[in-house]
Every structure is written in C-alpha cells, then in structure tokens.
C-alpha cells in the first residue's frame, strides 16, 4: 500500500520514544523572549530539510539536533483529538519561542476528525467526518470551521504568530465513495476559509494516493468550486527530496507552495541523539531567498571571489585591493581613496587592522587574514537551506581558504554543505556541514 504519513505509526512511536545522549555539544540557544513577544511567521520562506514525529523532542535533543543534523523544518502535533500524543509534555509557549528564536521553522499540525471512510481501525471508533449531503454537507463544513477555531485557540497559546501556515492532517480513506470523498472536500474547504478569515496560511497534509490526488482533482476538474488549501503536504516515500510526486501534476501548488514527506518511519542519529522521524523537503513562501546585499564605498568594490590572493606592495589584484580597501574603511583603520593601489596608506591600514586584532605585524595581507575579515560580526549557526548575510560571509572565507570556489549567493545550497564538510573534514572537525560555534571560530582564526 502506498505509504500514507507520519500517524499511521503514532502509537509504534510512543514506544520507540526519544533517545537522548549527552554530546557536551555547545548551544547557541540564548534566554528566549516572552513566548508571543517577537515571534516570526513559520515556516515562512525556506527550501531545505524538515522533520516530524509523533512527540515534540525534548530541548536538549533539539539543540543537539540544530548543531548537527540538516533539519531546519520541523513538523508538530498541536491540537487534534484524534492524535495519538494528545500528551505534548515537551510542547509549550517557551519551547515554540526558542526553537523559532534558535532558527527553526515549525510546521504546526491539527489531527481531528477523519474521513468517514477512513481505512484505520483506530479512526473508526473516534468523531469522523459528517458524510450526509444535506445542505451540500453544511454538518461536514460545519466540523472544518470548529476544527479550526479549536487550532486557533491552541496554537495562539503557544504562540505561533498570525500569518503562519497552520497543517490538516487527513489520512488515507477510500475516495472512491463519493459522500465519504465529497464530505471531506467540504470539511477541508471550511477549514481553509475560516484560517483564512483568522489571519492564517491554510495547509493539507495527506496520502499523495488519496487526500492531496483528490485535492488536485478538484482544483482541475471543479475550479472555483472548493476554496483549496494555500500549501500541501504530500506524502509519498519515493525516496526523492523534492516536491514532486507522480499522484500530482507538476502545476498545482507551485512554485514553493508544497512539503513532500519522502520518507517515513525511521529513527535516524545525530551528534548522539535519536529520533524517530519522517523526512520531508520543505519549499514555502519564496523558497530560500538572500536578502539583498547593501553596496559597498559607492559600489566601487566587490568582494565575492572565487579565490583570494596573497596581497603586497606591487600586486597586479587591483580588483581584490580595492575590495580590501573597502572593507578595511568598513573596520575604522582606512580613509584614503578606493582606488587598487596596494601604497603606504593601505600599508598602514593593515598594519593598523592586525595589530587590532592581536596579529603578528606584517605588510602583506594573506589568505588567512581574509577569512578573518570576512568572518568578522554575528556568526549565526547556518545550515542547509538557510538565506542570510552570515552565509555570505561563510562562502567568502571558504573561497579565501583554496577548499572552494563558491558562486557567493547568501544560500546554503548542496555546494556549500560540501563546502563546509571538506572545511571541516580537513581541520579535524566532525563533518556535519552545519556552520556552528567551533567552525566560525576557526574560519575566524583564519585556519585551513
């Protein structure tokens, strides 16, 4: 049977739970503002890797978990009676804030009421669905709309901000009859209608074979008639991490509207700690998208490279000695023109910039001291699928330390992962790719 999600293994999973190792690994997670103070719209932009499972991880696990794994999505259960961990001791206004102020991006997901035709026994004996037609199925649209008021009420407790995507799960039923199919349209149809009216992103999760093929049917051959959900969740373990799937067109849901459930039920270890999950690929809102990059001293200088030279009086690298020029100005020690000559004022300056930073005195700029420039500021932990400036500032110092030649974008994609992997496979550092404390601290102490 084609797979069908994440809580056809709910009760198996209460029973594998959590394992939690200690790792001694160090958190950059910081004291987290009040619980509804500040906290971002999620899951907002993002193209990379996610996560769900049955209980939300304990602190300790996801802070080991954003040091080491790719994850950066992370799907959980918050309201539902029909969820098997009705019981979310780990789930609370706190937890929501640190894991949004830490980076994460949560995928909320309500678990009520099923399909009438439901094919799980345990579904059976719960509220289902309403399959009567009567008042074009006004008993169903009337459960959707209560269903959603129900996750308002949660997920504004726990703090989740308007404007993010909230998740209904529907597991795999029998489309093939037609009130059964046609009453869970209208429920889904209510539930999107009054997100919608509460300030919020309307999301599906479902079997690609049964909830997201119907979905797509209906917005093929009945356009206009049911108000279809903003984003779906596709499960569908074909093992590929992508958003496609072949029980959906390609120009539905697209782009960046869709999360593809890949592969499920496996418990999976990083940095010591296990957890078992479902892996998804997540690309929402705009994707993984850098903002743009101020100009620099007029626009005079550029400083994305694919390699950084050794710099001295004589150097033909105009280009790279304006870029410095620059970027010394950024750091106080350079006031002269931004003109690529490598003079007694640039002299200066770097000898000026390396006294301040505790290096040896020199006339000649290296590639070690480029890594250190590029690196100077907030150094976030930054992983697959993150979109920042800080990313940029990875990029660069990989450049300036000969393992790359990287396209300078400010996203983590595939390339920089590796990047960073052979960054830290050469320094001796366990190759995660995951940017964290202890590798900022050697591209800033200029190591390679």
């Known amino acids: 049977m084609h797979p069908i ?48 499972q049955c209980l939300a991880p304990t602190q300790s696990a996801m802070d080991t978990w954003w040091l080491t794994s790719p994850f950066t999505g992370v799907g959980i259960y918050v309201s539902g009676a029909s969820r098997a961990c009705t019981s979310q001791p780990n789930l609370t206004s706190s937890w929501i804030s640190r894991q949004l102020a830490a980076g994460w991006r949560l995928l909320p997901i309500t678990l009520g009421p099923q399909a009438w035709c439901t094919t799980r026994e345990r579904y059976l004996h719960q509220v289902r669905i309403d399959w009567h037609p009567a008042n074009n199925y006004v008993a169903a649209r009337t459960q959707g709309r209560a269903e959603a008021d129900k996750t308002i009420a949660a ?38 209608n009054r997100l919608h009216e509460l300030g919020y992103v309307s999301g599906v999760y479902s079997s690609a074979a049964s909830g997201i093929k119907m979905l797509d049917d209906a917005r093929v051959n009945t356009p206009g008639r049911f108000t279809l959900p903003d984003q779906l969740w596709i499960a569908d373990w074909n093992g590929n991490a992508d958003v496609f799937s072949s029980y959906v067109r390609n120009d539905g849901w697209m782009p960046h509207r869709r999360v593809h459930q890949y592969r499920g039920g496996k418990p999976e270890t990083f940095g010591g700690v296990t957890i078992n999950i479902d892996r998804n690929w997540l690309d929402l809102g705009r994707g993984s998208v850098a903002p743009t990059e101020a100009k620099h001293c007029g626009g005079a200088a550029v400083y994305n490279y694919p390699s950084y030279a050794n710099l001295q009086r004589g150097t033909t690298r105009t280009d790279q000695v304006r870029a410095l020029q620059c970027m010394l100005q950024g750091r106080g020690v350079y006031n002269g023109a931004i003109d690529g000559k490598y003079g007694d004022a640039t002299v200066a300056a770097v000898r000026a910039y390396r006294k301040s930073i505790g290096w040896q005195a020199s ?86």
Request: charged share 20%.
């Open 5 to 52: 999600g994440p809580t056809c293994r709910l009760l198996r999973r209460l029973t594998t739970g959590v394992v939690a190792l200690a790792v001694g690994l160090t958190t950059t997670l910081g004291v987290a503002s009040p619980a509804h103070a500040d906290n971002p719209v999620t899951p907002g932009d993002f193209t990379g890797y996610g996560f769900d």
């Open 155 to 192: 997920t504004s407790r726990l703090g989740i901000a308007k404007g993010s995507t909230q998740w209904y799960d529907i597991e795999a039923f029998d489309t093939a009859r037609t009130d059964c199919r046609e009453s869970a349209k209208w429920f889904l149809n209510a539930w999107s």
């Open 363 to 448: 006339d000649t700029w290296s590639r070690h001291i480029w890594m250190q420039l590029m690196t100077v500021g907030p150094k976030p932990v930054v992983k697959y699928g993150s979109a920042r400036s800080a990313v940029r500032k990875v990029q660069r110092a990989l450049n300036a330390s000969g393992v790359s030649q990287l396209t300078v974008t400010g996203v983590m994609t595939r390339t920089t992962v590796d990047a960073v992997k052979r960054y830290q496979g050469r320094l001796g550092i366990r190759q995660y790719g995951v940017v964290t404390p202890g590798t900022w601290r050697a591209l800033n102490a200029g190591r390679f």
